[in-house]
Nanobody
Framework: QVRLVESGGALVQPGGSLTLSCVAS????????MSWYRQAPGKERELVAD???????NYVDSVKGRFTISRDIAKNTMYLQMVRLKPGDTAVYFC????????????WGPGTQVTVSS
């Protein structure tokens, strides 16, 4: 099994910055792709960014140039650095891992709240 726990969510003013972390534990050797998703009130969950085991990254257009996804495989930790935050970035942010092998499947963290407001 794989367990994911996010942290770092907070209330921040527009234009501010925040870094989210996601720590994976358990059988982490099967993790290749990891992603950040977000879900705003009344909206569907959307993919924000993802990163492969090789370090290749992808971003949704609305966060390109403002968000940076990274991963420290040795620490089993993924990060999402967010700058120039906008009210539209307000959402619960979820960590996701695509796991192969014995415990293959999609794993999710419980989420962390990011609120951008003055």
């Amino acid at each position: 099994q794989v367990r994911l726990v996010e942290s770092g969510g907070a209330l921040v003013q527009p234009g501010g910055s925040l870094t989210l972390s996601c720590v994976a534990s358990g059988t982490t050797s099967g993790i290749y792709y990891m992603s950040w998703y977000r879900q705003a009130p009344g909206k569907e969950r959307e993919l924000v960014a993802d990163i492969s085991g090789g370090g290749n990254t992808n971003y949704v257009d609305s966060v390109k140039g403002r968000f940076t996804i990274s991963r420290d495989i040795a620490k089993n930790t993924m990060y999402l650095q967010m700058v120039r935050l906008k009210p539209g970035d307000t959402a619960v942010y979820f960590c996701h891992a695509d796991v192969s092998g014995t415990y293959a499947g999609d794993y999710w963290g419980p989420g962390t709240q990011v609120t951008v407001s003055s």
